[in-house]
């Protein structure tokens, strides 16, 4: 069983004592909160609070607890999460916020008073591209073999060396690991091409998994053997290949949207009607700083797209009037944090190093800041992170659900909303590809299984149809 770190265990031991006064209670609290921490470690769950509980009630039922032992589970580990805010609100002194006007006024107010803290307050400087933010995941730590830790290790340099996302890390490591218990720690200097082969043909055989899983596990070993243990990889052109459907996208109707926008409170109604009016992927929109508006030409300009890509989209004009009263929201906020002496937003990468004073620039600000203040204990420092992306996550699904719709809505539902959209209105499919952002035409394609012949049109957003 996975072992809780020091530090944390007596943090939530004496946690533990100051809100449980039933003494009789906390050997079983700390008993599946240990539990949980080993769930964590094997099935590495989202970062999502209710997803990690839901997830982990559910292996609980599977190992046939009782409704009793699940909800004595689920109050251990909503103590761990009320520690973790706890800390963070100890860490952190908000200042007095500056009056606002206008339509979101008092979910504004709201929101800067009680929203959103991060989900990550026992290492919060891992939010961040940085050194220390790639030590965020167990995939990285000590695994009881030296060799293939330095393999991981060596893993983790190149992939920074080389700008990789940070998901892309986390899912390659991950790879690595289940590989390594796969050939039972097997040294690393004794693979073979083979053991390649055995490992994806367990999965497609044994395991049943998709193809795209599949695939990401063919592309993670491969650049485990092309760039870390530099052995031949071989062709696998025999391996067993895990079945691939074909995949057609969720559209929502218009009136679909404007349902679930009913339900959506600030900011999330926001940040939803910027994806389906832009096609923005989630992680591009939750990134979004202040100097990305260019409201004079009516031009959104997303830098760092998937790929490292960048590209521009229309602002709807629809949604101008909201989009400058967060301007100003954040202009607000932002003051108030240089007036409390806080060390502004989170840059990424080296450019903290270029630019020294950029992160106290307005220009720099995330235009969805986190409400709660990020600590870098490293520096002493308090900082701003962007909105987590699970918090839209999770404010869609509860939208949705009262929006009672009977379709599978996630985040990027809205993108090929949006793409959907604009073919249905006759638009070239060149320029759909353009605001999408993507390479091949062919990625474009899959939005036109059931769209008639078009005509070209100049680019708009379809919120402004």
């Known amino acids: 069983m996975q072992k809780v770190p020091y530090d944390i265990w007596s943090r939530y ?47 609980l039922k599977e190992k046939k607890q009782s409704q009793e032992q699940q909800k004595q589970a689920a109050y251990a580990v909503s103590l761990y999460f009320q520690m973790q805010d706890s800390e963070t609100r100890s860490f952190t002194t908000t200042p007095a916020t500056p009056s606002i006007k206008g339509k979101y006024a008092v979910a504004v107010q709201e929101r800067i008073n009680t929203l959103d803290a991060p989900l990550q307050v026992s290492e919060p400087a891992t939010h961040f591209r940085n050194e220390s933010r790639y030590n965020e995941w167990r995939c990285l730590e000590n695994s009881g073999s030296p060799a293939w830790d330095k393999v991981v290790s060596d893993l983790s340099d190149e992939i920074k060396t080389r700008h990789y996302s940070r998901k892309t890390l986390k899912a390659y490591g991950d790879w690595i690991r289940k590989f390594q218990g796969f050939l039972h720690d097997k040294l690393p200097g004794e693979l073979s091409e083979t053991d390649v082969k055995e490992y994806l043909t367990y999965l497609a055989v044994n395991c049943k998994v998709s193809a795209s899983t599949q695939n990401q596990a063919f592309n993670a070993l491969l650049f485990l053997y092309r760039h870390i243990l530099k052995k031949d990889f071989g062709d696998h052109k025999d391996i067993p290949r895990a079945k691939k459907s074909k995949y057609i996208p969720v559209v929502l109707s218009r009136r679909e949207i404007d349902a679930v926008l009913k339900h959506l409170s600030y900011p999330y109604d926001l940040v939803v009607k910027l994806l ?3 096609g923005l992927r989630l992680f591009e929109c939750i990134k979004l700083r202040v100097q990305n508006f260019n409201f004079e030409d009516g031009m959104l300009n997303i830098q760092d797209g998937k790929g490292k890509k960048s590209r521009t989209v229309p602002i709807p004009q629809t949604i101008t009037p909201d989009l400058l009263e967060q301007l100003e929201t954040v202009r607000k906020l932002h003051d108030a944090d240089l007036k409390a002496g806080y060390s502004g937003a989170f840059l990424d990468d080296l ?44 404010a869609l699904y509860e939208a949705v659900g009262r929006a009672r719709l009977t379709k599978r809505v996630t985040a990027h539902t809205f993108r090929h909303s949006f793409a959907t959209h604009l073919l249905q209105a006759n638009y070239d499919i060149r320029t759909i590809q353009t605001l999408l952002g993507h390479s091949d035409v062919r990625t474009t394609m899959i939005y036109t299984h059931c769209i008639p012949g078009r005509t070209v049109k100049e680019a708009k957003s379809p919120l402004d149809f």
Do not use: M
């Open 13 to 59: 031991d004496a946690f533990l004592k100051a809100k449980v006064k039933d003494v009789s209670q906390h050997e079983n609290l700390k008993k599946w909160f240990l539990y949980f921490w080993d769930f964590l470690a094997k099935y590495h769950p989202p970062d999502s609070r209710s997803e990690q509980i839901r997830l982990f009630i559910e292996k």
């Open 351 to 394: 450019l903290e190093k270029k630019y020294p004073r950029a992160a106290r620039d307005f220009i720099w600000q995330w235009f969805f800041p986190q409400q709660a203040l990020t600590p870098v204990p490293a520096k002493n420092e308090l900082r701003r992170y962007h909105l987590h992306e699970s918090r839209v996550q999770e």
């Open 276 to 278: 389906y009016g832009c």
